[in-house]
């Protein structure tokens, strides 16, 4: 027994354990938190910088001297007011919003039966077809649009929404296509076999097996297809004339830039509202985006 | 209810064969295992029964129908997966339905069957849970009602009970034996398992390196192996092994000899690299036969395993013998035990081909 008793005076003297939380609560400062805390502010700030500037005043927003450039002393609604009565703002919001569910249905369409066929058919070359299919993904849009031009007066789509609507396909089906093989990847390829033991066809596996357990990961494709279809700019510039069909972000350069007159406060009210949907979009499915890119169904 | 019948079976992928020519038939209403070491070939034999394979060469025949070019939902067969693949966004309801549901049966008679399957198997209480809220026994269950609904022809069963703790193996072992006894369904079950082997089936399928090495009827297999492997593989603890050869009337090891298996005649094979299998059950304590050094006495109290080594014999793979004997066994390690085979059940090998010789 006697071996096992503990000497008071050792315990007092070693503070080993506290020294020891000091130094990682210390390094876990400097090592996560400093860092987290940079990144965030370089992250955060221009979102910051637009949300104030929608809501100042022009002399406010001209005149640094007298007022805080990152604060608002006497907040308005004009600049949004301005944008939303005084220009097609609503009828853009609608068109992008149309296109972009347009071009994110058609593209999730074709690039599930691609991700299936490639990644579960196993046909012969099937390796290559996949990889031909991420090289185009690899094609930079500004080189794509000019042969895509002649495409598009060729059928007649020019300024027209459909215009934009065939031609996001073209940088959205890659990406979701590999996207959701690396999905339909983490599906066991028993529950498949076992439905075709079961009497399912092809199609039916599709539908009632692998579609409904690869909805975070459709979701998470539909999320990137629709946020890529409506931030893109080059397209809608180039295949988009008219004032009213023209979508948020063309629209809003060519509009609210008169000459060399950049009207700030409603560019950046019309980024600010631009930028709503799809943070919507990103709340409401955050989990379920994460879980795809983290992999695995869970049973 | 239907004969499995499988012959000359190939099967490569590329330029590799993993099946040899493999030919096995299956009687109506038969339980027939097939039993090896992983890569024998004895899951892709079954998928290829299953449809799920294509055949490379061979056929393969359920009923009078030879299958090779049959969808497998045209088969009429049902397969138990190793890691169950129930639909994890259905319900046990739903997983047991759905082959009756594609099959566009009339609701009455899905909820018919569904419901006899549930009371078979004791699972009504969970018909409306998710697979994920199951535990591994009941996962186990809802994957036999899977294939019990659809009242098959043939019945596949891969590895279905390797997921499972040992306690559970055992009572669902029972339980699928059961099952057949009831039903009187075509089966045909993987495992890497001699034991589940030996106690389900009525005839077992040994497999190794994508060749039959026998097949018949669990206790033909144990009493009579027709070469080294099986004879290795069947039983539990394994068959012991000497090696050495014939001279006169006995076989020799180094100084030890032991008695030939009756009506054997020794002249025959004299000099000729022999291996002699004996199980441990079949050593006899008489005080007389050869010396053997205690190791290790491991009392099960039914019978009390002993690990000894004879000295100077050389064996076959293990260095050390496995005694079981019904006694109880007072020596320590280190100690000397007296034994003597049981010449009526001991086993003969060549040791070039590993073929019987009695």
Redesign the interface.
Known sequence: MTDTTIDPAAVTESEGPQLLSWDSRARRIVTIYVPLVCFLIVLLFPFYWMAITAFKPNSELLNYKDNNPFWISAPTLDNIRKLLFETDYLHWLATTMGIAFGSTFLSLFASVLAAYAIQRLRFRGSDYVGLAIYAAYLVPPSILFIPLAQVVFQLGLYDTPFALVLTYPTFLVPFCTWLLIGYFKSI?Y??E????????SRL?ILRR?TL??AVPGLISAGIFAFTLSWNEFIYALAFISSTEKKTVPVAILTELVQGDVYQWGSLMAGALLGSLPVAIFYMFFVEYYVSSLTGA??? | MATVSIRDVRKAFGSTEVLHGVSVDVADGEFVILVGPSGCGKSTLLRMIAGLENITRGAIAIGERVVNNVAPKERDIAMVFQNYALYPHMTVRENMAFSLMLAKAPKEVIEAKVGRAADILGLAPYLARYPRQLSGGQRQRVAMGRAIVRDPQVFLFDEPLSNLDAKLRVQMRAEIKDLHQRLGTTTVYVTHDQIEAMTMADKIVVMNGGNVEQFGAPLELYDRPVNLFVAGFIGSPAMNFVRGQVEGEVFRSGAVALPLPPGLRGAAMAGRPVVYGIRPEHWRLDGQGIAATVQVVEPTGSETQVICTLSDARMLGETRMICAFRERITERPGQELRISPDPAVVHLFDEASGARLN
């Open positions: 066991p028993e529950l076999e076992c439905a075709l033991i079961d009497g399912a039916q097996i409904p357990l169904v869970k049973e």
